[in-house]
T-cell receptor
Framework: DVKVTQSSRYLVKRTGEKVFLECVQDMDHENMFWYRQDPGLGLRLIYFSYDVKMKEKGDIPEGYSVSREKKERFSLILESASTNQTSMYLC???????????FGPGTRLTVL | KQEVTQIPAALSVPEGENLVLNCSFTDSAIYNLQWFRQDPGKGLTSLLLIQSSQREQTSGRLNASLDKSSGRSTLYIAASQPGDSATYLCAPCGATNKLIFGTGTLLAVQP
């Protein structure tokens, strides 16, 4: 079974802090994705990556950056956390050929 | 721009009933479509992936169909159980390789 893990289930940070969310997959997938999910807005794509050291902006990249130094790991970075970044963050990985995506358990981030 | 609509937004059925969840999308140029379930506060679980060349896909009590030309997909759940209670999301994938998610159908199966 595909396994996607995220570093924290719940996280509470202060405004202005730098926040790192880590995602690791164990299926050697080329593609990795970061989404945020908010009530009434659904899932929105923040960033994605097709390969190591590659990154592409999604629909809402502002205020975020990413890092993919190894194929299995994709990190989402909030450079200076703000209250409007309070959300559920979901990481996914997928194959290059079919792009079937598999999701991690999510990180509920609260920024105070 | 791809837009995805799921109807109904919420559904409550008694245990044992067969049910159909609907998904429509505006851009028929898709590579595949994926159905997910999401339990409260959890991540998404992949249920079925239908390639654009396929008409349907089955997994256990679940059957998903795809009519690309009309921009529709349905998820059929047979003999529903309380454990099927969750939010169901459909997500077509287009040329950009991105999934576009619908807002989901919240299903409650009453024992």
């Amino acid at each position: 079974d595909v396994k996607v893990t995220q570093s924290s289930r719940y996280l509470v940070k202060r405004t202005g802090e730098k926040v790192f969310l880590e995602c690791v997959q164990d299926m050697d997938h080329e593609n990795m994705f970061w989404y945020r999910q908010d009530p009434g807005l659904g899932l929105r794509l923040i960033y994605f990556s097709y390969d190591v050291k590659m990154k592409e902006k999604g629909d809402i990249p502002e205020g975020y950056s990413v890092s993919r130094e190894k194929k299995e790991r994709f990190s989402l970075i909030l450079e200076s956390a703000s209250t409007n970044q309070t959300s559920m963050y979901l990481c996914a990985s997928g194959t290059l050929s079919y792009n079937e995506q598999f999701f991690g358990p999510g990180t509920r981030l609260t920024v105070l | 721009k791809q837009e995805v609509t799921q109807i109904p937004a919420a559904l409550s059925v008694p245990e044992g009933e067969n049910l159909v969840l609907n998904c429509s999308f505006t851009d028929s140029a898709i590579y595949n479509l994926q159905w997910f379930r999401q339990d409260p506060g959890k991540g998404l679980t992949s249920l079925l992936l239908i390639q654009s060349s396929q008409r349907e896909q089955t997994s256990g009590r679940l059957n998903a169909s795809l009519d690309k030309s009309s921009g529709r997909s349905t998820l059929y759940i047979a003999a529903s159980q309380p454990g099927d209670s969750a939010t169901y999301l459909c997500a077509p994938c287009g040329a950009t390789n991105k999934l576009i998610f619908g807002t989901g159908t919240l299903l409650a199966v009453q024992p």
